[in-house]
């Protein structure tokens, strides 16, 4: 067949004799013109490039999209693209029915189709280079094309062509776009003046494409790229090469900051407060401030979402049509229709519909847009519900700013509420409005799917429809059990991480007794609690899995067997897949609508809580801090939101936040006299309740001088400062505040000084989540020589240099945890640093020792206040400061006593100065007691003990990195990018093969077997409604019905096979997956309580905790299900390829590209989202510290006047964990784009091959069924894939301590050799005794030797790191002994069992612990003793009367850690202990450090006497101690350096003992 443009089968085809334009031939190739004509003019052009011509405007990026009439263009375009293909379709179709090949039917249509892409590419190209007069060849181009089509259009109405036909309507169609494009085009020269005016208009780029920092682009990229998310490529290529940091993802858009989300948030909630303000008992709605302030991008959102839906539909009704029509062809082979001619070859659109072809790629085109619409739906709500959690938490925070202190301190607002609301309230509503727009878009396609099943099959449609719809309830009641079971899960693992808390931090002490043992029994017991609550969790999600793939298969089933034995005709292929497939899609909203009702209930709970939050009592407004401006309490004040007009776009907002927020403060009159800071007169406070805390209070606070507050403990004193503060509600009265003298001469930064702002430090030290330096200098700028004052002052500096990084060291929450002592010297020392006229101290000196006490007087508040002239209010108890004072306020039960100087007060009030005076005197009684105890020196050496052990460990881990590191230098790059891609399949079958490898064979076995069975009962479908139509023919009912039956009762019995299994294996995995988080933690336990107690020194307790919390939760409850739905996933994709292929395999050779594409995106996509998934995570935590820190320290803060700083900090974490979030979810949208793309391919192809190949109609509609399925599986294998990925760095982590190394607990002798009263005598030989903490660490004792008879008391001194606490613990074999031994009675200790040793040796430790439970557990947990031996130990530690006081007795409840006992009562609870074990062998690691004097002597005498016959080997804190002992040891270095009485060693002048004792050491 030869080619010709007209066709050569029709002489008339050339003819013009009627006039050209009449020829249809001419017509056709006048079309193609304008097409070259563009390609002709564009194509230099974008070659080229644009290097000479470019834009002036010099911006970052290259999108920014400043044509009017943008995205109408693009979807014009889109549009036209279309319409080409239809029209490329119908050429292609019609000249299929000519005697010969007719080119100028399609020719021109695939000419329109090229030059239309090219025009879009080439629009782009001018708009991001910015140079508008290119655009004029468009223009020319469009106009060009309209007049050719409208000469088409025209020629056919004189044809008398009818809008019947399609090539009619197609032609319309165009002369109607190319008008619009047309008209686009004149807009833009109309508004941007390029060309044809004399002034062209200026344009400058948005702010956010200016600001190099913006990387989030979906708002500012074209369509195509914002559909495709095109932008991210760069991002998700790039994490290859380098993990993504946050610099990587810049910062948000403006129009996504929290701080603008705020102000449309704030001001639509003001709207409602205003109208309900006249009506009290309506409370302001949420939701419609929520709808008004995001109500437009949910509207869009749904919007998209019923255009995916109904777009979805397209899928059932393209198979059925192509199976029709294949079937129609291959009965209607013989019967071929005669050809066209070529006059009447117009096409109506019915039979351009019945074209097999044209439907495949119909369904290609509708798969492509459903799924574009369904993720720019998830991506707007996504975004949506980022912006409302972000106004919300700005919302809440603020709130806080203002919350009244009687409400936080009167437990109205807890902090754990507050917590709550940030974390877990906000992000309800969040995911409530991922989710709202299936709420209404549901509904509507449940409708669409039952009226389409109807329509298929009738009646029996609805049987099967009735059996999904009863169905579905059992979800909801089955989530409603999983929420239970997951809250009493909760509750047992919290109860389980306390126990082990408590382990972790007695572990010492427990291996010290040999307890281990009975305290892993009690962990283990609430393990199976939580285990058994977790069993009921796993059995419900199990059964919630069942439920999702048994109901399709019942439905199915049911209709079926109805259809079979209801109707006559038989089942069409046709019928049966289309239906299949309907009921796939009706599937998931069903179940879906389940978990949205859920969120809808909770979302309607969080916002009942935000409203009460946000309505609750405020502190009254803060114009009272200057003039005289009385406070006048409101239970609720409004502050102005800020409006709109105000935001000014050049300002950066951190100014605009400030200039709003600050309240107007009124002018300030003058008080009386200028030397008084603050007056109060007639002042009557309450806390919120209605009656006055403080009344009567008249009082003068003098400028520049030191005020002191004293009084008895809770007369008032704190909440006096805070009335001044106004944190207290004012019932009546009045705080001036003095205008401040502005000529002081004191020095020029007085003029610099916040007039407002109280330097404050409250009574319990407030620190925040920061570096030392960050506490201290507290946002003021850093000045060296005063921040060096302040340190000195409060002598901070020691404390600095212990800590590793200096004062660069993190403290607070997440950081080094200080003492209390050492908490409140920063708190000090924050407020002797800031720069303020005014500064509060409440009780400085309550954590301190009597040196620090005395320092902080005499160089911080006399001379580094004074000098400053600044005026200083301090509340204490120490009255030995009395004489410093200028005035002195005394309070007795909230009411003023005295106030005065001490003068006045020793002159007019003579009893009260004698009650002082005695007062005084008990104080100096008590100090010459704690002259010894040095309560400092004991805090520093606990820090000191912290973090020496963390130290070693950093050097440690920094030598091993710079040895891998030299070894990695040359190919680093590559192993890097190998271990970021490869998944971790090494761990993964740990994990697989801890849960038992008879369960792991039993769940692959059910699922392999599951999925087969699935396959089945669609194959056996396929074969049944193909045999019928064959049947058909030959009518022989009896046959007929006979085969009815058999169908139908294999078809039950495969249905009900598959209904089992899918049972068995979702409770499989679960089974497996719980038997796995049960051994994992089962050796997670045993190994870290076995673990040698180096382990303890060198690791965190964070660390160790997390791996009991964080990634035992992970294994136990979200690995199994991504374990699960991977599988699925997988399987079901593997099944549907394998079912296509076996259709038609040449399905296989068209899949080898699309996997490999599919490869490289899943590879890229999995590192990107790990990355990204972490950066969230991280940017969490500070979010969450923040908001509980601020509601922590609000005095603190308020007083400071530091508000807009802390805001402005909230607004920065809360919009970086958002843009982390922001770049998650654009990741998944970019990964599901391309999977779905993919899909969409492979139906493409699974299409085109079956109906070229297909054996029958049965298997083509089979084949597309799986297609379908198929798109929306892939995605999920990916995610899963990525989720199980960041999963198994759970199990990763609990494996790397499986492998640490135990303690060695079997000895050489067997327990029962070793005799039942040993050690009798007490007697110890130590043999050349070398001990080291590990074999690849120095020796810490080396070579020392002694003997100590039976009974003798020793002492062991020596200067700090000498080794005396290694040797105690040699006695246990805590440590390595690797040369030498100890001998006792007889047996060396390294042969005994370990358990055996430590049982039957005493130690009382320097730091006392105790554990929650009761005292009779604290003192024997092995439950050995009698009560008599119990209340006999208590009276020798003299504990016997308190402990009858206590409600119980013996069965009292000690608090965890023993919080509810002084720390002398706890030491002296250790020492009952110790008695209790009937041991020859007492060891006392300096007990006595952290005790005061009196325990001290008591712990001492009991030593003496009640331990008299045992040996008591005592390591000495001072010397003091031991200088009645039999023998003392003196170490130095890891050396014995002298051994003898102590009376003997005073004679040697220069010994090492006589010099410890002179230094008091």
């Known amino acids: 067949m030869r080619l010709a443009f007209c066709g050569n089968d029709n002489a008339l085809a050339y003819n013009i004799s009627a006039g050209v334009l009449r020829n249809v031939c001419f017509v056709d190739a006048l079309n193609l013109v304008p097409h070259v004509f563009l390609l002709f003019i564009t194509f230099p052009i974008l070659f080229i490039g644009w290097g000479s011509q470019s834009s002036k405007v010099q911006i970052h990026h290259n999108t920014w999209l400043h044509f009017p009439g943008h995205n109408l263009r693009w979807i014009l375009t889109f549009t036209l693209l279309f319409v080409h293909v239809c029209e490329i379709a119908e050429g292609i179709v019609s000249d299929t029915q000519m005697k010969s090949r007719h080119l100028h039917l399609f020719l021109p249509a695939i000419m329109g189709f090229v030059a239309a892409t090219v025009s879009i590419v080439y629009y782009h190209n001018i708009e991001t280079s910015n140079f508008p007069k290119l655009l004029l060849a468009l223009f020319l181009y469009w106009i060009m094309a309209f007049v050719t089509k409208t000469i088409k259009l025209v020629r056919y109405c004189q044809d008398g062509v009818s809008f019947s036909q399609l090539r009619f309507c197609i032609t319309g169609i165009m002369v109607i776009l190319y008008g619009l494009l047309m008209a686009v085009e004149i807009n833009v020269i109309r508004v941007r003046r390029y060309v044809f005016f004399m002034n062209p208009q200026k344009v400058k780029p948005p702010e956010d494409l200016q600001d190099l920092g913006v990387r989030f682009l979906q708002p500012f990229v074209n369509l195509l790229s914002k559909a495709t998310y095109w932008w991210m490529n760069t991002l998700i290529i790039s994490a290859h090469k380098k993990p993504v940091d946050l610099k990587a993802i810049g910062k948000l858009p403006i129009a996504m900051r929290a701080l603008t989300n705020y102000v449309c948030l704030k001001e639509a909630y003001e709207e409602q407060k205003k109208k309900v303000a006249d009506q009290p008992n309506r409370s302001p709605s949420i939701w419609l401030a929520m709808y008004s302030a995001f109500g437009r991008p949910i509207l869009l959102s749904s919007t998209f979402r019923y255009l995916a839906d109904l777009l979805g539909f397209a899928g059932p009704l393209c198979i059925s049509g192509i199976v029709q029509g294949f079937q129609n062809t291959t009965n209607n082979t013989n019967t071929t229709g005669k050809m066209k001619d070529p006059p009447n070859s117009y096409l109506s659109s019915e039979e351009f519909l019945r074209n097999v072809y044209v439907l495949a790629v119909l369904l290609f085109l509708a798969l492509i847009l459903q799924r574009t619409f369904l993720q720019a739906s998830y991506y707007v709500t996504t975004e949506t519900g980022i912006n409302l959690r972000g106004a919300l938490l700005a919302m809440i925070y603020n709130k806080i700013l203002r919350l009244s202190t009687s409400n936080l301190s009167m437990g109205e607002m807890t902090l754990g509420q507050i917590n709550n609301l940030v974390a877990i309230e906000t992000n309800q509503l969040m995911w409530f409005l991922f989710l709202c727009p299936n709420l209404w878009a549901m509904p509507v396609q449940i409708i669409m799917g039952v009226i389409l099943l109807y329509n298929l099959l009738g009646v029996s449609a609805l049987v099967g429809a009735a059996v999904i719809v009863l169905l579905a309830p059992m979800q909801y009641f089955i989530a409603t059990k999983l929420a239970e079971a997951q809250k009493s899960t909760l509750d047992y693992s919290t109860e389980r991480l306390k126990k082990t808390n408590e382990i972790l931090k007695g572990i010492k002490l427990l291996k010290l007794y040999a307890w281990e043992h009975i305290f892993r029994t009690s962990v283990e017991e609430t393990r199976m609690k939580e285990l058994t609550s977790l069993k009921t969790f796993a059995l419900h999600t199990s059964l919630s899995i069942f439920m999702n793939a048994a109901i399709p298969i019942a439905a199915v089933l049911a209709t079926f067997v109805t259809y079979a034995y209801t109707n006559d005709k038989p089942l069409q292929p046709a019928q049966a897949f289309a239906s299949l497939s309907l009921f796939h899609i009706l599937v998931t909203p069903l179940f879906l609508l389940s978990t949205v009702v859920r969120f809808a209930v909770k979302a309607i709970i969080s916002v009942q809580k935000l409203n009460e939050f946000l309505l609750s009592d405020e502190i009254g407004d803060d114009s009272w801090r200057g003039g005289d401006g009385s406070v006048a309490y409101e239970s609720c004040k409004k502050h102005t939101g800020l409006h709109t007009k105000a935001i000014n776009r050049r300002q950066p907002l951190r100014y605009q936040l400030e200039s709003y927020e600050q309240p107007t403060r009124k002018q300030m009159r003058p008080v009386e006299t200028d030397d008084i800071a603050i007056k109060v007169t007639n002042g009557y406070f309450s806390w919120g309740s209605g009656l006055a805390t403080l009344s009567n209070i008249n009082i003068r606070i003098p400028t520049g001088q030191m005020t002191m507050i004293v009084g008895q403990v809770g007369c008032g004193k704190s909440s006096l400062l805070l009335a001044i503060l106004g944190e207290m509600q004012t019932l009546e009265g009045k705080v001036h505040w003095s205008n401040v003298n502005e000529t002081e001469p004191s020095f020029e930064a007085s003029r610099s000084?916040?007039?407002?702002?109280?330097?404050?430090?409250?009574?319990?030290?407030?620190?925040?989540?920061?570096?030392?330096?960050?506490?201290?200098?507290?946002?003021?700028?850093?000045?060296?020589?005063?921040?060096?004052?302040?340190?000195?002052?409060?002598?901070?500096?020691?404390?600095?240099?212990?800590?590793?990084?200096?004062?660069?060291?993190?403290?607070?929450?997440?950081?080094?945890?200080?003492?209390?002592?050492?908490?409140?010297?920063?708190?000090?020392?924050?407020?002797?640093?800031?720069?303020?006229?005014?500064?509060?101290?409440?009780?400085?000196?309550?954590?301190?020792?009597?040196?620090?006490?005395?320092?902080?007087?005499?160089?911080?508040?006399?001379?580094?206040?004074?000098?400053?002239?600044?005026?200083?209010?301090?509340?204490?108890?120490?009255?030995?400061?009395?004489?410093?004072?200028?005035?002195?306020?005394?309070?007795?039960?909230?009411?003023?006593?005295?106030?005065?100087?001490?003068?006045?007060?020793?002159?007019?009030?003579?009893?009260?100065?004698?009650?002082?005076?005695?007062?005084?005197?008990?104080?100096?009684?008590?100090?010459?007691?704690?002259?010894?105890?040095?309560?400092?020196?004991?805090?520093?050496?606990?820090?000191?003990?912290?973090?020496?052990?963390?130290?070693?460990?950093?050097?440690?881990?920094?030598?091993?990195?710079?040895?891998?590191?030299?070894?990695?230098?040359?190919?680093?790059?590559?192993?890097?990018?190998?271990?970021?891609?490869?998944?971790?399949?090494?761990?993964?079958?740990?994990?697989?093969?801890?849960?038992?490898?008879?369960?792991?064979?039993?769940?692959?076995?059910?699922?392999?077997?599951?999925?087969?069975v699935i396959v089945a009962i669609d194959y056996w479908l396929a074969t049944w409604t193909s045999m019928d139509n064959g049947n058909e023919v030959r009518n022989i009912d009896n046959a007929n019905s006979t085969n009815k039956t058999s169908h139908v009762a294999v078809f039950s019995t495969l249905s009900g096979a598959g209904i089992v299994l899918c049972l068995i294996t979702s409770l499989t995995v679960e089974w497996m997956g719980l038997t796995a988080a049960k051994n994992l933690h089962h050796n997670l336990l045993n190994k870290i309580i076995l673990g040698p107690i180096r382990f303890f020194d060198t690791t965190p307790l964070g660390l160790i905790l997390n791996r009991f919390s964080a990634d035992t939760n992970i294994i136990d409850q979200h690995i199994p299900p991504t374990l699960e739905s991977l599988t699925r996933s997988t399987l079901l994709c593997l099944s549907a390829i394998g079912m296509i292929s076996y259709a038609t395999p040449w399905f296989l050779v068209a899949l080898v590209p699309l996997g490999i594409a599919f490869y490289f995106i899943q590879k890229y996509f999995r590192v990107a989202s790990k990355d990204l998934q972490e950066l969230d995570d991280s940017t969490q935590l500070p979010l969450l510290c923040h908001f509980s820190e601020t509601a922590e320290g609000l005095t603190t803060i308020r007083a400071f006047r530091h508000e807009a700083r802390f805001k402005q900090r909230m607004l920065e974490l809360t919009d970086t964990n958002n843009i982390a979030y922001l770049f998650l979810s654009a990741a998944n949208r970019w990964l599901e784009v391309r999977t779905d793309y993919l899909g969409a391919c492979i139906v493409l192809t699974a299409a085109v091959t079956s109906i070229t190949e297909g054996p029958n109609s049965g298997f083509v509609g089979l084949g597309l069924l799986y297609a379908l399925t198929i798109t929306n599986y892939l995605n999920w294998v990916v995610r899963n894939l990525a989720d199980l990925e960041v999963q198994m760095g759970a199990v990763k982590k609990v494996h790397s301590l499986l492998n640490m190394e135990s303690e060695n607990y079997d000895g050489y002798l067997d327990p029962s050799q070793v005799p039942k009263d040993w050690p009798q005598e007490g007697e110890i030989k130590i043999e050349n005794l070398c001990v080291r903490y590990e074999n690849n660490l120095k020796p810490v004792l080396k070579h020392v030797k002694a003997y100590i008879k039976p009974g003798q008391k020793v002492g062991i001194c020596g200067r700090t790191g000498s080794g005396k606490s290694s040797l105690s613990l040699a006695f246990f074999r805590m440590v390595d002994i690797f040369d030498g031994r100890i001998v006792i009675d007889g047996i060396d200790i390294s042969k005994l069992p370990l358990h055996t040793l430590r049982s039957r040796l005493s130690i009382i430790l320097q730091d006392p612990i105790l554990f929650s439970g009761s005292i009779r557990f604290n003192l024997d947990p092995e439950c050995k003793c009698t009560d008599d031996r119990l209340w006999e130990a208590l009276e020798i530690a003299q504990l016997k009367n308190m402990v009858k006081s206590l409600p119980g007795g013996l069965d009292a409840m000690v608090t965890e850690g023993g919080e509810n006992f002084s720390v002398g009562q706890r030491q002296l609870f250790c020492l009952a202990r110790a008695f209790v074990r009937k041991s020859s062998i007492l060891i006392m690691d300096e007990a006595t450090a952290s005790i005061d004097m009196a325990t001290e002597n008591i712990l001492q005498k009991v030593v003496m006497t009640a331990f008299a016959d045992r040996t008591v080997v005592t390591i000495a804190h001072r010397v003091s101690h031991i200088l009645d002992a039999n023998i003392v040891l003196v170490l130095s270095e890891g050396f014995l350096v002298e051994c003898d009485t102590a009376s003997n060693l005073l004679l040697k002048e220069d010994g090492l003992f006589t010099t410890l004792v002179k230094t008091h050491k």
């Open 753 to 1012: 000084r916040n007039r407002y702002s109280v330097a404050y430090a409250a009574q319990k030290p407030w620190l925040l989540n920061a570096t030392v330096e960050e506490n201290i200098i507290f946002g003021s700028p850093f000045n060296k020589q005063r921040y060096k004052a302040v340190t000195d002052a409060c002598s901070l500096q020691p404390d600095i240099d212990l800590l590793p990084f200096g004062d660069q060291t993190e403290i607070g929450e997440r950081g080094i945890n200080l003492s209390g002592g050492q908490r409140q010297r920063i708190c000090v020392a924050r407020a002797l640093y800031q720069n303020t006229n005014i500064v509060f101290l409440d009780d400085p000196f309550s954590a301190l020792d009597i040196h620090l006490s005395d320092h902080l007087m005499q160089e911080g508040i006399l001379k580094f206040l004074q000098e400053d002239k600044r005026t200083l209010v301090l509340v204490t108890h120490k009255l030995q400061y009395l004489p410093h004072a200028d005035w002195i306020i005394a309070m007795k039960d909230g009411m003023v006593l005295r106030e005065g100087t001490l003068k006045d007060i020793q002159n007019k009030d003579i009893e009260l100065y004698e009650h002082w005076k005695t007062l005084m005197n008990r104080q100096d009684q008590e100090l010459e007691k704690d002259m010894e105890a040095d309560q400092t020196t004991l805090e520093r050496k606990t820090l000191r003990r912290a973090m020496y052990p963390r130290e070693s460990k950093s050097q440690l881990e920094d030598e091993d990195e710079e040895e891998e590191e030299e070894e990695d230098e040359d190919d680093n790059m590559s192993t890097v990018l190998r271990l970021r891609t490869k998944m971790p399949w090494k761990t993964c079958w740990r994990y697989l093969t801890s849960g038992g490898f008879f369960l792991l064979f039993l769940m692959i076995f059910s699922k392999l077997l599951k999925h087969s």
